[in-house]
């Protein structure tokens, strides 16, 4: 069964912290995103990558960023976590074209204390 | 401006009964693709439905089926005899060439099954 995984349901840090959110892919597909989800806002893109070593800020990159050294594996990172980065972080992988839709990672929740 | 509007915050719907979930879309691109996504409460985003802008009869994925209006920009999501499993926010996507085929969301509804 394909999928996407991502190394944490639920994950508790502290302030001023470098954390680093894992995420691993089977099916051998060039895109790869991270999304944060909040009550009220819907998902926001943060990055995104097309190709190993390639990213492109997404809408919401401050305070984040990313690394694709592998295919497979597309890590995001928050330099130094903040309160208000206490989210749900989705991370999604996709071939091109637009008949094919995102497979899901099934999430990080994230709080940051 | 929105690409994709969800108009319907949160819907109840009684178990058995079918319920419509309203998706507007806004591109200028010829070929786009439209989808559906459920959200339960786990969090975790599942793939329901796909509906391509070429394709000439709405697509149909078991209880679920997607009322596709091209003219009008318009890709609902129709659930048939409801289950309480059904109870989940819903999220109507749009991907196309013009964003670099990264996918639109909309805001969301939110869907609520009564026994």
């Known amino acids: 069964d394909v999928k996407v995984t991502q190394s944490s349901r639920y994950l508790v840090k502290r302030t001023g912290e470098k954390v680093f959110l894992e995420c691993v892919q089977d099916?051998?597909?060039?895109?790869m995103f991270w999304y944060r989800q909040d009550p009220g806002l819907g998902l926001r893109l943060i990055y995104f990558?097309?190709?190993?070593?390639?990213?492109e800020k997404g809408d919401i990159p401050e305070g984040y960023s990313v690394s694709r050294e592998k295919k497979e594996r597309f890590s995001l990172i928050l330099e130094s976590a903040s309160t208000n980065q206490t989210s749900m972080y989705l991370c999604?992988?996709?071939?091109?074209?637009?008949?094919?839709?995102?497979?899901f990672g099934s999430g990080t929740r994230l709080t940051v204390v | 401006a929105q690409k994709i509007t969800q108009t319907q915050p949160g819907m109840f719907v009684q178990e058995k009964e079918a319920v419509t979930l309203d998706c507007t879309y806004d591109t200028s691109d010829p070929s786009y693709g439209l989808f559906w996504y459920k959200q339960p409460s786990s969090g975790e985003m599942i793939f329901l439905i796909y509906q391509g802008s070429y394709d000439q009869q709405n697509a149909t994925e078991g209880r679920y089926s997607l009322n596709f209006q091209k003219a009008r920009k318009s890709a609902n999501l129709v659930i048939s005899a409801s289950q309480l499993g059904d109870s989940a926010m819903y999220f109507c996507?749009?991907?196309?060439?013009?964003?670099?085929?990264?996918?639109?969301f909309g805001a969301g509804t939110t869907v609520t099954v009564r026994a």
């Open positions: 099916m051998d597909h060039e895109n």
């Open positions: 996507a749009m991907r196309e060439p013009s964003n670099d085929y990264k996918l639109s």
């Open positions: 990558s097309y190709d190993v070593k390639m990213k």
């Open positions: 999604a992988s996709a071939l091109t074209g637009t008949q094919y839709g995102y497979t």
